[in-house]
């Protein structure tokens, strides 16, 4: 990221001309509408910003940003974006999938720029269906879920995104939601101030094909009683008078507890920044469905060795240890001999 | 090989030889492709011409003693330039009992065998496969007792022993001691055919600087097997091939990989960019990805990827950011990048993709060669897609092809697909450096202003605006302020870039895709002829057969028929004059390393007919397999076709 000061900017500049091409009522007009008002608050410039995408709903997004963007191929996007970054570890690179396209075609892509570190700041749309090509199941939609190719219900066991991002080594790992957009901006911050790869799941609303899947959990009248907001350092309570709680009990498991039951001081501070992956990762399996106290925020926030800038390093310590590339010295370098 | 020449008269002097093909075959673990490039480095710097072979088995270590398991390499040393690393041997370096049954039938009649006959008990017989028969009743042959080896020169050595006796008295234990035999046999061959000592025995203290012993080893070997040759008599004359008359210049022995990856660095220095390799390992393209990887100071990243399509769309990414964004692989990776490619046509940006062929399908041989993945190259995509395609045809054309590759990628702003093959790759040949300052400057500017002015007066950016005369459409960079646009997949409106899908704008940019590609051609300079230009038969060839084409039309011209030759790289687009040279020829041979593919491309696209001469064995062809194609085609003229070429 540039040191230089940015000039200030508005909404309005992250706007592209083209017209959104989404459904009527889909919840990725929410996720645009807090992209584009939060990007002015990041002290970063559009021409600096690179948004990559795959193929699906979702990938249309850089479209519709005005900023350098590619909408690539199915699954890729992690990979291109790998080589955009790399390439210029001073640029802003974002990436936008969904769960096909991020978890199925490109589930290698994706968890290899995660273990990698690299500084991408990854939202994944999840609406747990394949909407572009008219409502298949995808690799999160629930076993027994009837769609157009499971008629008889999915027999396939879904991915749990945030447990494969973590089992990647991925060092910021958060979810959120496409009806609350103050919490996708305060996400999405933390994620773009995160030196590393960032992965956000973001629950999102299909109303064509999978209407309502996340009702039962982000609905104004579930959020109460299923949605768990972590913060760092804070007790993880939920609860319209923060009157239930998660322990770890000492079988080692997470538990969902009444507080007056176990006493506040048994309750779980909530650790971004453990360097032990097990807790996030059983917060992030605490809900077994979109019917139970689900939790949502960062979930892990670590610092570790960031890709672009170890393969930079590498270019410079080079140059600093041989000089600047010669080409007749390279030519040389395997020995020579004269004809006169 | 036939013409060698003995130009001795005088039983004290040593014999002069005008070229030498040794073939050192031994099992993988004996080190056979170092001392076979130990005896090519000496030879390069005393100045012989040269061509190599290695020749190795799959499998890293196959099981030892068998005849899966032998490793080889062929060098044809010469005081003249030549080509090819020759037919058949004249000196067969066998190390052990597979080595002599894998390759005793490649050795030329009267030819040379030294043999390791420590390696010739009854279990290394037994496991190489020299029995009666196969089953519990099987009894082991010794080809050393029979008179199997009766019509060559037969030199055996007990190489083991030797170099275990001279290693006892440097404290080694005889198990160490053993695997500096290959050295022995190094020095022997050294003296026999006056090679100089000094370099080697420099080179072996560099090489084994970190381990004291195993250099003492090697060199007591090396030396060992000189002084074996020296008070033998049993070994004979000294031969001697004299340094080659090369153009005057600085030179070096090169490999097509190492020229390959050269050739890269260059490109990115004479485009004045960074570059950025996305790969995957894969045979026999992997050594590119070491060799950049050992040249950051030139700028430039290597990312090792997760799979072959993440290499290639790291290298696509890293072309949108502004550096030259390559990637390296073999048959088996092109296919799977063939969708990324694409959509770098859609995208119009610059790329390279390399492939270095080898024997398919699947996993095929990936240690040996074939060039049968043309057609994967010409058409192997989905939807319209054409680009560019050319080929390299020696070791150290590879570097210039390189930077051929990357001129038109920045050019045309298009992917271009390299191809070279296994047997280039890892072939070696001495290498007369360029002048780095008449390197070709390939350097595009960027787009760095706005192109268009809108109805109001605005000033805009219109991503597919193209230049007229190349097509290209502008190269904005991220980080650019005002540019920032939107690429994809999705059809884009010439111009504006917008997405459109109306019928119209997809013809037009489908035929403007490839109306850019055709227009490389104005950049291909004339398709050059040698040999014997009024000749009724041409030899066409691309790629790796250049050598085996020009050695077998020397000699064929040398014998008195009349042929011509003619070489090309670019096979998309193919040179503007190529129809009607073709046309001048009542004949046109065409050898390829696959079943036709650029015979069958070349009949369609003239409506002429081509005799394809084909060859699938993983293995480069023989000069001698030309000549008799080339003998076939003018026996076959009839009477109105001879003479008839104007």
């Given amino acids: 990221m540039s040191t230089e000061q940015v000039a200030v900017t508005t909404k309005k500049d992250w706007t592209s001309s083209q017209e959104v091409r989404w459904c009527p009522g889909c919840g990725d007009y929410g996720i645009l509408l807090a992209v584009q008002q939060l990007m002015p608050e990041l002290g970063v410039a559009p021409e600096n910003t690179v948004f990559v995408s795959g193929i699906g709903c979702s990938s249309r997004f850089p479209y519709y940003m005005n900023t350098y963007g590619m909408h690539s191929i199915h699954g890729r996007a992690p990979a291109i974006a790998t080589g955009v970054a790399t390439a210029r570890p001073d640029l802003d690179v974002w990436v936008i999938t969904g769960d096909g396209d991020g978890l199925s075609i490109g589930g290698n892509h994706l968890i290899h720029a995660l273990r990698r570190n690299v500084n991408l700041n990854i939202l994944l749309f999840n609406n747990r269906i394949y909407g572009l090509t008219k409502g298949q199941y995808s690799p999160t939609s629930e076993v027994g879920k009837v769609t157009k190719s499971t008629p008889m219900g999915s027999v396939d066991a879904p991915f749990n995104p945030l447990s494969v991002a973590l089992g990647a080594e991925a060092s910021f790992v958060a979810r959120t939601h496409d009806l609350d957009r103050k919490h996708m901006q305060e996400t999405f911050k933390a994620a773009h101030a995160h030196q590393g790869a960032s992965f956000v799941e973001i629950y999102q609303n299909c109303n064509v094909f999978n209407d309502g899947q996340f009702d039962g959990v982000t609905k104004k009248a579930s959020r109460d009683e299923m949605m768990i907001d972590l913060a760092h350092g804070e007790p993880i309570l939920f609860g319209n008078e923060n009157q239930r709680g998660v322990m770890q009990g000492t079988d080692g498991f997470l538990h969902i507890v009444e507080v007056a039951d176990v006493g506040l001081d048994r309750i779980l501070v909530h650790d971004e920044k453990n360097e032990h992956p097990s807790l996030a990762f059983a917060l992030a399996r605490l809900n077994s469905d979109d019917h139970s106290p689900t939790p949502f925020g960062v979930f892990r926030n670590i610092e570790r060795a960031e890709y672009t800038k170890s393969v930079s390093d590498q270019v410079l310590a080079a140059s600093e240890a041989n000089g600047p590339g010669d080409l007749n010295t390279l030519l040389a370098s395997n020995g020579t001999w004269t004809v006169n | 090989m036939t013409d060698t020449i003995d130009r001795s008269n005088t039983a004290d002097h040593d014999r002069v030889l005008d070229h030498l093909v040794v073939r050192f075959a031994g099992d993988s673990g004996d080190g056979m492709q170092l001392t076979g490039d130990r005896f090519t480095s000496v030879s390069a710097s005393f100045g012989n011409d040269l061509s190599t072979l290695p020749d190795f088995p799959a499998e890293i270590r196959a099981p030892a003693g068998t005849v899966n398991g032998v490793s080889a390499f062929q060098v044809n040393i010469a005081d003249h330039e030549i080509t090819t690393p020759g037919d058949d041997p004249n000196v067969l370096v066998a190390m052990n009992a597979a080595a002599l049954k894998a390759d005793l039938h490649r050795l030329q009649p009267g030819g040379t065998l030294i043999i390791n006959e420590d390696s010739f008990g009854e279990r290394d017989l037994e496991k190489a496969g020299y029995v009666t028969e196969y089953g519990p009743n099987s009894e082991p042959i010794n080809p050393l007792e029979d008179d199997s080896l009766n019509g060559y020169r037969v030199l055996r050595v007990p190489m083991t022993t030797l170099t275990k006796q001279v290693c006892e008295p440097l404290g080694i234990k005889p198990r160490d001691a053993e695997r500096s035999k290959n050295f022995f046999a190094l020095g022997l061959v050294s003296w026999m055919y006056t090679r100089p000592v000094e370099p080697t ?155 270095i062929q080898r024997g398919g399908p699947s996993t095929g041989l990936p240690t040996k060669t074939e060039a049968s993945d043309l057609n994967l190259a010409l058409y192997g995509r989905h939807g319209e897609s054409p680009l560019p395609v050319i080929a390299s045809y020696s070791p150290a054309h590879c570097f210039h092809a390189a930077i051929e590759a990357a001129r038109i990628a920045l050019k045309y702003r298009t992917p271009v697909i390299l191809l070279s093959d296994g047997y280039l790759a890892n072939g070696s040949e001495p290498w007369k450096l360029p002048d780095v300052g008449s390197l070709p400057d390939i350097s595009v500017p960027f787009t760095t202003e706005p192109n268009h002015v809108t109805a109001d007066g605005t000033e805009d950016f219109w991503p597919y605006l193209r230049d007229p005369e190349t097509l290209a459409r502008p190269w904005a960079i991220p980080g650019t302020p005002g540019l920032m646009h939107r690429v994809g997949g999705l059809e884009k409106a010439d111009g504006t870039g917008n997405i459109d899908y109306t019928p119209e704008n997809h013809e037009h940019m489908t035929e403007l895709r490839a109306a850019k590609v055709a227009a490389v051609a104005a950049d291909i300079p004339p398709t050059e002829v040698s040999g014997d230009l009024d000749a009724d038969v041409l030899v066409l060839g691309w790629g790796s057969t250049w050598a085996a084409i020009d050695a077998a039309v020397q000699r064929r011209r040398r014998a008195g028929v009349k042929v011509a030759k003619a070489h090309i790289t670019h096979l998309s687009p193919l040179p503007p004059d190529l129809g009607d040279l073709l046309r001048r020829y009542e004949r046109v041979i065409l050898p390829e390393l696959n079943r036709g593919q650029l015979a069958h491309h070349l009949r369609g696209t003239y409506l002429i007919d081509i005799t394809s001469v084909s060859k699938v064995q993983g293995l480069p062809f023989k000069s001698r397999e030309i000549e008799d194609a080339i003998d076939t085609a003018v026996t076959n003229l009839s009477d109105d076709q001879r003479g008839a070429t104007s």
């Fill in chain 2, 201 to 355: 025995e420099e080179w072996i203290g560099k090489k084994f600087a970190k381990n004291k012993q195993v250099a003492a080893a090697n060199k007591a070997a090396f030396r060992a097997g000189f002084n074996f040759g020296e008070t033998t008599e049993a070994v004979g004359h000294r031969y001697e091939v004299r340094p080659a008359t090369l153009p005057a210049g600085t030179y070096t022995s090169i490999t097509g990989n190492t020229a390959l990856s050269w050739g890269l660095v260059a490109a990115g220095q004479l485009a004045k960019l960074p570059i950025t390799l996305g790969s995957y390992p894969i045979t026999p393209a992997s050594d590119i990805l070491h060799e950049l990887s050992k040249h950051k100071q030139f700028g430039i990243r290597t990312v090792q990827a997760e799979d072959e399509i993440a290499a290639v769309g790291v290298a696509l990414g890293a072309s949108f950011a502004g550096h030259l964004g390559i990637t390296t692989t073999s048959g088996p990776g092109v296919a799977l990048k063939s969708e990324t490619i694409s959509l770098a046509i859609a995208i119009e940006l610059p790329m390279l993709i390399i492939d």
